[in-house]
């Protein structure tokens, strides 16, 4: 118990330093069945590896070759529309007050009047030009896009090694123990960040597609924004929602847009549910909705946005260790032997 | 030149491996690929002389394949000495019954001789069941029939032992169980 707090508080305090390693680990768990899938076949390891860095570094040129311009442009135009987006919005807000000025005169005069005619909204739009700022405050996250595949190639090409040290240093008795647990949590993880991506790509091509027959600009950033998103229950739809609809807002002038717009993604998390979620959840950790929020709630106030990042996966491990710890003390503390299976006493013919 | 090319693209270890399982009566209808992966969900695991595998009443979660040496798998008598069971050689499987219920060890394995041995998990053995069917089916069929084959020899030294049938006893029992 003393050993696991004291790795806690290591953790804890070089939390920053351990991210690559966690994400590496991560990725690597997601890139271990396509290296498997050839190993089958009898390749070297070593040799499927390199090849996959190769075959994903031309496929990450090409993709930045078609894909970055298209992204960086409308970023551009956004960028450039950000001021008139800013005004109309002052625009609609003072309409809207000088509505419920006319509507509701219970309202004290001075306090929505004058020089506070935005009071109300201020916080809000006082954040608005703060949005790069926060955004720049992701940028060493960056410097992890050459740190983590380094890693991530060592720890593909070494983990059966090491897990093969392990199990030849511990103890024969515990080995069945050991790797028990470590099925458990390999087989729940895994599934998990598996899972993730492909419901991630599948909502970011949905919605695409779906903003695209709309009309509505900037798609391909909105789509990817809510695939991102989808990370957390609910986060994509209710981002692909509020940041679509204000969009063709703009655009369109309109509520009718907007609400197509709303439809749009009301339905790819419907579809969600129904189509992918059983897929995906028919193998990895499923975590309860609550026990999902605790998780992200302390994961956010112990590490910050590193701590989001990695508290439902962490979450999956924690629970795959006390099922299996359960099981383990459910089993060996029995007293009376389990019943047969039924048709266990029928006569042998 | 093709052998070179062959030897430096392939993987010589996991050949080997896949050639020893393949001379397994389990996996004689299995096709390579689905050897590979049968061969992915194993671990492995070098048994010094005199380490034991698990002692009798230990929880099993695992099946054992020898791979080389040899494995001596004895049961505690009434006066506490153990009596050996059997003596088993390479290619031998042993602790099946923990791949179907998590139930105590019915009996204690002890390596012989410095042994290699493959070890197949319950949760391994799930995943190839849902992923790889054949290979999963093609495991269970084969425990099926190892299990009642012990039981045909359990039975027939059951009947040599009382001098009767084995099926008198049995439902005699489930008679009195049924009142």
């Not at chain 1, 994903?56 to 956004?78: G, T």
């Not at chain 1, 004290?108 to 955004?135: F, I, N, R, T």
């Not at chain 1, 024969?172 to 991506?197: D, K, M, P, T």
């Not at chain 2, 003596?87 to 923990?98: T, V, Y």
């Amino acid at each position: 118990m003393a050993v696991v707090a004291a790795l806690l508080l290591v953790a804890y305090r070089l939390h920053e330093v351990l991210v690559p390693f966690a994400l590496s680990l991560a990725l690597a768990f997601l890139l271990n069945p396509l290296v498997n899938y050839f190993e089958v076949r009898g390749l070297r390891r070593s040799h499927i590896i390199v090849l996959l860095y190769l075959v994903v570094f031309l496929a990450l040129m090409a993709a930045a070759n078609i894909l970055f311009p298209a992204v960086s442009a409308e970023l551009d135009l956004l960028q450039a529309k950000v001021p008139g987006y800013y005004q109309k919005m002052h625009e609609i807000l003072g309409t809207f007050q000088e509505g419920v000025l006319k509507r509701l005169p219970l309202i004290p005069a001075e306090k929505l009047s004058g020089g506070g005619s935005l009071k109300l909204y201020q916080p809000v739009l006082e954040q608005l030009p703060k949005v790069p700022s926060y955004v720049l405050s992701l940028v060493p996250l960056f410097s992890l896009l050459f740190l983590v595949p380094f890693i991530t190639f060592f720890v593909l090409l070494d983990a059966p090694a090491v897990l093969q040290r392990f199990i030849q240093l511990c103890p024969s008795r515990h080995v069945e123990q050991a790797l028990h647990i470590f099925s458990e949590v390999e087989s729940s993880l895994g599934n998990y960040i598996r899972g993730l991506l492909i419901l991630m790509l599948a909502i970011s091509v949905a919605s695409y597609f779906g903003l695209v027959i709309l009309g509505v600009n900037y798609a391909l950033a909105i789509a990817t924004l809510s695939g991102v998103a989808s990370v957390i229950p609910y986060g994509g739809a209710v981002l692909g929602v509020v940041v679509g609809a204000l969009v063709a807002f703009f655009q369109y002038n309109n509520i009718w847009v907007p609400l197509q717009v709303a439809a749009l993604f009301i339905g790819i998390r419907l579809a969600d549910e129904a189509l992918l979620q059983p897929f995906i959840a028919k193998h990895s950790m499923h975590l309860h909705p609550m026990l999902f929020l605790l998780a992200l709630l302390v994961g956010g106030k112990l590490f910050g946005f590193v701590g989001l990042l990695f508290a439902v996966p962490a979450a999956c491990v924690i629970k795959a260790l006390v099922v299996v710890a359960w099981d383990w003390y459910t089993s060996e503390t029995q007293t009376a032997p389990r019943e047969a299976v039924a048709g266990a006493r029928l006569p042998y013919v | 030149m093709w052998k070179e090319l062959r030897h430096f693209f392939t993987d010589s270890h996991f050949r080997k491996r896949r050639d020893f399982l393949r001379s397994l009566p389990v996996c004689k209808d299995l096709r390579d690929r689905e050897i590979g992966y049968l061969q992915q969900s194993l671990h492995s695991r070098t048994y010094h002389e005199g380490e034991p595998l698990f002692l009798e009443g230990d929880i099993g979660r695992a099946l054992f394949i020898v791979e080389t040496g040899r494995v001596e798998l004895s049961k505690a008598g009434q006066d506490g000495k153990p009596h050996r069971l059997a003596l088993l050689g390479p290619g031998m499987l042993f602790g099946e019954m923990a791949l179907l219920e998590q139930m105590p060890r019915s009996a204690s394995a002890v390596a012989v001789e410095r042994s290699s041995l493959l070890l197949l998990y319950r949760s391994k053995l799930d995943s190839l069941l849902s992923r790889h069917p054949v290979v999963g089916v093609e495991i269970m069929t084969h425990l099926a029939k190892v299990l009642s084959g012990r039981l045909r020899r359990t039975s027939d030294d059951l009947a040599s032992a009382q001098g009767a049938t084995a099926a008198g006893p049995i439902v005699e029992e489930m008679e009195k169980a049924d009142d």
